[in-house]
């Protein structure tokens, strides 16, 4: 059974810093992996996608990093802002064909302070 | 151009309700999902549809809970009867063929 794990649990940052959440699967058979962002009383919103295929994806001053085969992605994110203070999720769709069908993680609450 | 579209925002009920959750996904969009969130559980996947029939709905946690989508545009999740344990925020959302999926703002369900 795929689970879904997200390292740390919490994190506090001051302005400016570059920061890494991580992300980890157990079983390395995924159709895609999927970073979402999720503000307090909100839905998800997508940030980035990342197919089996490939090893990253970039959007801004995000950079979410795949290694399915030892089930791990990263997002980095650059120059941190207050802004970008929320829950990051990961999730993955399991399998080696889509189903639509989402694993997430537990996420991590970033608040990044000025 | 409206996102998806949940109501109520909020309910509080007391148990032995019934308690039906609306949906609106983005015109267009050939596939719905329904997802609880809880502190102890996280984000988990309870059914979705595809082009209105659903595929998969073995995150349904028993009986108590049914969902319906009668046409592309509405989708209903009902919980009869209702347990102090189904508390928690109930998502919606949609997506094209394989595309992001696009979540509502959420339901959050008390059940007293």
């Known amino acids: 059974k795929q689970e879904v794990t997200q390292i740390p649990a919490a994190l506090s940052v001051p302005e400016g810093e570059n920061l890494v959440l991580n992300c980890s699967f157990t079983?390395?058979?995924?159709?895609?992996l999927q970073w979402f962002r999720q503000d307090p009383g909100k839905g998800l919103t997508s940030l980035l996608l990342?197919?089996?295929?490939?090893r990253e994806q970039t959007s801004g001053r995000l950079n979410a990093s795949l290694d399915k085969s030892s089930g791990r992605s990263t997002l980095y994110i650059a120059a941190s802002q207050p802004g970008d203070s929320a829950t990051y999720l990961c999730?993955?769709?399991?399998?080696?064909?889509?189903?639509?069908?989402?694993?997430f993680g537990t996420g991590t609450r970033l608040q990044v302070f000025p | 151009d409206a996102g998806v579209i949940q109501s109520p925002r909020h309910e509080v009920t007391e148990m032995g309700q019934e308690v039906t959750l609306r949906c609106k996904p983005i015109?267009?969009?050939?596939?719905l999902f329904w997802y609880r969130q809880t502190m102890m559980r996280g984000l988990e996947l309870l059914i979705y549809?595809?082009?209105?029939?659903?595929?998969?709905d073995s995150g349904m946690p028993e009986d108590r809970f049914s969902a319906k989508m009668p046409n592309a545009s509405f989708s209903t999740l009902k919980i009869q009867p209702s347990e102090p344990r189904d508390s928690a925020v109930y998502f919606c959302?949609?997506?094209?063929?394989?595309?992001?999926?696009?979540f509502g703002d959420g339901t959050r369900l008390s059940i007293l």
């Open positions: 959302a949609s997506s094209f063929s394989g595309q992001p999926q696009h």
């Open positions: 079983d390395s058979a995924i159709y895609n």
């Open positions: 990342i197919q089996s295929s490939q």
């Open positions: 999730a993955v769709v399991p399998g080696s064909y889509n189903t639509d069908k989402l694993i």
């Open positions: 015109s267009g969009h050939n596939s």
């Open positions: 549809f595809n082009n209105n029939v659903p595929i998969d």
